[in-house]
């Protein structure tokens, strides 16, 4: 497979497993989506196409971050997420944006519902930005950008699951 002969239909049953991969909690299993030189980022609403090394952002990880945080939201110490929220998301409007070399970029926008015992249901409504490369057998997560939508941040509360 080329970057040229990407269907967008591939790239959407991509984006629907990798939904179902964090919805199912298998956190392992949607890391090995990540390639090795992933990041994983969440900017501040103010500034979304900012450079996470010069911007303040709400999540910055690299790929040894991103290791960290998986095992941590695995961890049952983890009081923040034990037991584990519950969360559905649904991804739409996928659209591929540019194609270089071996690295497809597209945008997609989601909505994710947390249900947490003894708090109101969080709903986070945003875009998602990826640069996905082309590897053996599909794809790799080079870059996965979560760009929410709300006009303040607070009143979402703590984003301790992966969005």
């Known amino acids: ?5 990407v269907t967008r239909a591939q790239v959407e049953e991509f984006l629907f497993h990798e939904a179902a991969l964090l919805d199912e909690w298998r956190l392992d299993e949607w890391l ?3 390639a090795p030189d992933a990041g994983y980022y969440v900017p501040s609403n103010d500034a979304p196409d900012a450079d996470h090394r010069s911007a303040l952002f709400i999540i910055a990880d690299d ?3 991103l290791t960290a945080r998986v095992k941590r939201l695995s961890d049952q110490n983890a009081h923040a997420e034990y037991p584990p929220s519950r969360t559905r998301r649904l991804v739409s409007n996928v659209r591929i944006v540019a194609r270089t070399g071996d690295i497809v970029q597209v945008s997609a926008n989601f909505a994710v519902w947390r249900y947490r015992r003894a708090e109101r249901v969080g709903t986070y409504v945003g ?3 990826y640069k996905l490369r082309i590897a053996a057998g599909g794809f790799q997560i080079v870059e996965r950008r979560a760009i929410l ?9 703590a984003v301790s699951f992966i969005l």
């Open 1 to 5: 497979m080329s970057a040229a002969s």
């Open 63 to 65: 790929h040894a971050r």
């Open 149 to 157: 939508d709300a006009e303040e941040l607070g009143g979402l509360g």
């Open 32 to 34: 090995a989506l990540c």
């Open 127 to 129: 875009r998602y930005d």
